[in-house]
C-alpha cells in the first residue's frame, strides 16, 4: 500500500529548532515538505523526503525523487529529476543540486532550462545566485526544437560556450569563448557574445548592424543602437556611414501616453555632392514628427509635420522613397451618427517633373457629416465641408459647401426594390477661381437641387449544382444643369475613377469640389452563378447617359459625353485555388478597351502565381498642370512563388512597362524559415519611371531567433 502524502512544516518539527527559527525571526514564508516518505534523523538534525517530493518556500517550488534537508547548514541536496520553478514561470531541471533553504542559492549538475519562448540552456554545472542569477559551465543554448527522428542529434544551430551568465534582473545571457555551430559544425568563434533573455522583447544595446552597397554611396554601413528608456518611451540613434559620400546620423524618439503617443524621427547628413543632385549647398537632412492624443471620448487630435531639405535626399540615403511628404494637423470629433474634422494640410513635392508651387496649403479645412436615424419614412443627412487654399503662385481660393440630402428604400410584395432621394447643394466661393483668367469673377455661388428614383429586381434559380443570380438595376437623377457662370475650382478631382463601381454613385467625383449636374440615367445588371466545389462567379456591367454632355468631367474620364463609356467587372473565385478580378472600360462607340485591370491568383500548392495587368487609355497626365494632356499607359506585373518544402520557398519578380518596352523591376528570392531561424536571399534591378541609371539591390539576411540578425546587406 502507498504510503499517504505527508505534509510538514518544518518549524513544527521538534529537535534541535536551528532550521525553524529563522525562519520565525526574519518573518519569511516557513519551508514546506510534500512527500510519499519523509524520515528524521535527529542525531545529525537531517530530514530527508523520498517518493514524489516537493519543497516550496516564496514561490520557488524544488521537486525531486529524493531530497535531503540539513537543518545544521540549512542546505537541501536534491537527487534524480530534479524540476526547479521559478516564480515567474521559468523551469529549470537538473541531475543533483545544493540549495540554501530559502532555494535561492546553490549548485547545480547536468543543468537544463526551457524558456517560455522554447528556447533552451543546458550546461555540465553551474551555480544559483541569490535567485536571479546563474553561472553556468561548458554550456549550451538554442532557439531549435530537437529533431523528432532524432534527439540526439546536433539541432540546426546552438552556441557552445565556456561560461554563461544568464542574469534575471538585467535581463541578459552572456557568453565567454562562444562558437556558433551550425547542424553540429562550428563556423563562428566569439570570445564574447551577449544577447537578451529571449522572453525580453525590449532591451538597451546595439541592434545589428547593417553592411551593404549602394551605387550613388558606395559601401554603407548602418550600426543602430536602442535606448529603451522607460516602459513607455525609448529612443533609436542610427549612425550611417557610405565611404563615398560621407555620413548621415539618423534617429527616433518615441513615447506613450495615456491617451495618446509621439514619434519623432530625423537626420542629418555631411555628403559630398555630386553635379547631377539639385540639392543645394547647405547641410542635408529630414524631421518627421508625428503625435495623437484622445483629448476625451469624442475628440482625437492628431497631426504629422514632414519635410527633407530637398528632394533626393531621403531616397539617396535609403531612408523613404515616397514621392511626396505629407503635414497636417487636425481635430476629429466622433459622435453619434455623426462626424466633425477641422485642420490644416500641407505637402513637399519631391517629383522632379512637378512644382511644388502648385502644390497648396489648405488652412483651414473644415467638415461636418450627420447621418439621421433610419425610420419607415426615410432618412436625412446633412455635410458641411468648407477650405481655404494658399500657394506660392498667385491663384487662391476659399470654398464652402453646404448639402442635404434624403432617401428612402422600399420592397414591394413581388420583390422590388424601390428607392428614392432628394439633395440640394450650395457652394460659395471666393479667390481665383479660373485661373490665369484675370478677367474672372472673383465670387461665385451655386445652388444645385437633385432628385433621385431607382429600381432593381433580384431573379433566381437553379438546377442540380447550379445556382443562377440576375439583378438587373436602373437609376434615374435629375438635377441642375451646370451653366457657364458655375466656374469652380477642382482641386480634388483631377482624376476621376469612372467604374462598375461607382456607376450608381450620385456623385461620381471624389473629393468635395466636383458636383455631378444634370439629368442623366444609370442602367446595368448585375449576376453571380454559383456552383459546386465552393466556385462562383460575379459580374456586372452598365452605362450612364446624360441629357448634355457633362462638361465637368476630365477629358478621357469616360463620363466626359452624353453617353458614358461602358464599365464592367468580373470576378471567379474557385476555392482557395484561384481568384480573378477583371475591370474594365469599353469606348462607347467602337468597343475599344479605354481602361483594363486584371488581377489574377492562382494557388496550385506549392506554386502560387500572382499576375497584375493595368492598361489605361487618355487618361489625364497628373503631372501636368493641364489635365486635358493625356497618354496611353500599360503596365504588367507577375510574381512567381514556390514553397519547395516545409521551411524552403522561391520567388521571381517583373514588372514591365509595355507602353514604352521598358522594364521596371525584375528580381529573384531565396528563402528558408523554421522556428528558430530566418534566411532570406534576394536581388533585385529597378528602373526609374523617369528614367535614368538603374538601382541594383542585393539583400541577403540571416536571423537567428534570440540573437538578432547576424547579418544582412543590399
Not at 4 to 17: E, W
Not at 177 to 204: C, F, I, N, Q
Not at 267 to 292: I, M, T
Not at 378 to 394: D, N, P
Request: proline share 4%.
Amino acid at each position: 500500500m502507498k504510503a499517504l502524502r505527508v505534509l510538514l512544516l518544518l518549524s513544527l518539527v521538534t529537535g534541535s529548532g536551528a532550521a525553524a527559527e529563522p525562519a520565525a525571526d526574519t518573518g519569511r514564508e516557513p519551508l514546506v515538505f510534500q512527500a510519499d516518505r519523509i524520515d528524521f534523523d535527529r542525531e545529525r538534525n537531517l530530514v530527508a523526503a523520498s517518493g514524489d517530493v516537493e519543497l516550496a518556500r516564496e514561490g520557488r517550488i524544488l521537486r525531486a525523487d529524493r531530497i535531503v534537508l540539513d537543518r545544521n547548514t540549512g542546505i537541501a541536496r536534491a537527487d534524480g529529476n530534479v524540476t526547479l520553478i521559478e516564480p515567474d514561470g521559468e523551469v529549470l531541471f537538473a541531475e543533483s543540486v545544493e540549495l540554501t533553504d530559502d532555494l535561492r542559492d546553490g549548485f547545480i549538475e547536468q543543468f537544463k532550462a526551457r524558456f517560455n519562448t522554447g528556447s533552451r540552456l543546458a550546461a555540465s554545472w553551474g551555480q544559483l545566485q541569490g535567485g536571479t542569477r546563474a553561472e553556468l559551465n561548458q554550456a549550451v543554448y538554442s532557439a531549435c526544437e530537437p529533431c523528432g527522428d532524432d534527439p540526439s542529434k546536433a539541432p540546426l544551430w546552438q552556441v557552445k560556450a565556456r561560461r554563461v551568465t544568464h542574469d534575471r534582473v538585467e535581463q541578459q545571457v552572456t557568453y565567454r569563448d562562444a562558437v556558433l555551430e551550425m547542424w553540429g559544425v562550428p563556423v563562428l568563434y566569439s570570445p564574447y557574445l551577449s544577447h537578451p533573455d529571449p522572453e525580453v522583447t525590449r532591451k538597451t544595446g546595439f541592434l545589428t548592424p547593417t553592411v551593404g552597397h549602394r551605387s550613388d554611396l558606395g559601401a554603407r554601413i548602418e550600426t543602430p543602437w536602442f535606448w529603451n528608456i522607460a516602459p513607455d518611451r525609448d529612443a533609436t540613434f542610427i549612425p550611417i556611414v557610405a565611404s563615398k559620400r560621407g555620413f548621415v546620423g539618423a534617429g527616433e524618439y518615441r513615447q506613450l501616453f495615456d491617451r495618446g503617443r509621439l514619434e519623432l524621427s530625423g537626420s542629418l547628413a555631411a555628403l559630398d555632392k555630386e553635379p547631377k543632385e539639385r540639392a543645394g549647398s547647405g547641410p542635408r537632412g529630414h524631421v518627421r514628427l508625428k503625435g495623437e492624443t484622445h483629448a476625451s471620448d469624442d475628440w482625437r487630435l492628431r497631426g504629422e509635420f514632414y519635410r527633407a531639405s530637398d528632394d533626393g535626399y531621403l531616397d539617396l540615403v535609403g531612408l523613404d522613397s515616397s514621392e511626396t511628404l505629407p503635414s497636417f494637423a487636425e481635430a476629429e470629433g466622433f459622435f453619434d451618427r455623426a462626424y466633425a474634422r477641422i485642420g490644416v494640410f500641407d505637402v513637399q513635392e519631391l517629383r522632379s517633373d512637378v512644382s511644388g508651387d502648385a502644390s497648396p496649403l489648405a488652412g483651414p479645412e473644415l467638415l461636418y457629416e450627420w447621418q439621421g436615424d433610419p425610420s419607415p419614412d426615410g432618412a436625412w443627412s446633412l455635410r458641411a465641408a468648407g477650405a481655404a487654399l494658399h500657394r506660392r503662385r498667385a491663384d487662391e481660393n476659399q470654398r464652402v459647401t453646404l448639402e442635404g440630402g434624403w432617401r428612402l428604400e422600399r420592397f414591394t410584395d413581388g420583390g422590388h426594390r424601390l428607392e428614392a432621394g432628394a439633395g440640394l447643394r450650395a457652394d460659395f466661393a471666393h479667390g481665383d477661381l479660373v485661373p490665369k483668367d484675370p478677367a474672372a469673377d472673383d465670387n461665385n455661388a451655386r445652388l444645385l437641387p437633385r432628385v433621385s428614383a431607382g429600381w432593381s429586381y433580384l431573379l433566381a434559380g437553379g438546377m442540380e449544382d447550379l445556382q443562377l443570380t440576375v439583378e438587373p438595376r436602373a437609376q434615374v437623377v435629375l438635377g441642375r444643369n451646370s451653366a457657364d457662370a458655375d466656374e469652380f475650382p477642382m482641386e480634388d478631382n483631377r482624376a476621376v475613377e469612372f467604374e462598375y463601381a461607382n456607376l450608381f454613385a450620385l456623385n461620381r467625383f471624389p473629393g468635395l469640389d466636383g458636383a455631378e449636374t444634370g439629368q442623366r440615367i444609370d442602367y446595368g445588371v448585375q449576376t453571380s452563378l454559383h456552383g459546386a466545389g465552393d466556385w462562383h462567379v460575379d459580374a456586372g456591367i452598365g452605362q450612364s447617359r446624360r441629357h448634355k454632355a457633362n462638361r465637368d468631367a476630365p477629358e478621357g474620364s469616360g463620363l466626359d459625353t452624353a453617353v458614358s463609356d461602358i464599365v464592367g467587372q468580373v470576378g471567379l473565385t474557385a476555392g482557395e485555388m484561384t481568384a480573378l478580378g477583371y475591370r474594365f472600360r469599353l469606348d462607347k462607340d467602337d468597343l475599344t478597351a479605354r481602361q483594363t485591370a486584371l488581377d489574377l491568383t492562382v494557388n496550385l500548392d506549392p506554386l502560387v502565381f500572382d499576375a497584375r495587368y493595368a492598361r489605361a487609355v487618355g487618361v489625364p497626365d497628373r503631372s501636368q498642370e493641364d489635365t486635358e494632356a493625356g497618354k496611353e499607359r500599360e503596365q504588367v506585373d507577375v510574381a512567381l512563388l514556390s514553397k519547395l518544402d516545409a521551411h524552403w520557398s522561391a520567388m521571381t519578380r517583373y514588372r514591365r512597362d509595355l507602353d514604352t518596352g521598358r522594364s521596371l523591376l525584375g528580381g529573384l528570392g531565396l528563402k528558408y524559415e523554421d522556428e528558430c531561424l530566418l534566411f532570406e536571399a534576394a536581388v533585385e534591378r529597378e528602373f526609374k519611371i523617369a528614367g535614368g541609371d538603374a538601382d541594383n539591390r542585393v539583400m541577403v539576411r540571416l536571423v537567428f531567433r534570440d540573437l538578432g540578425d547576424t547579418f544582412g546587406t543590399q
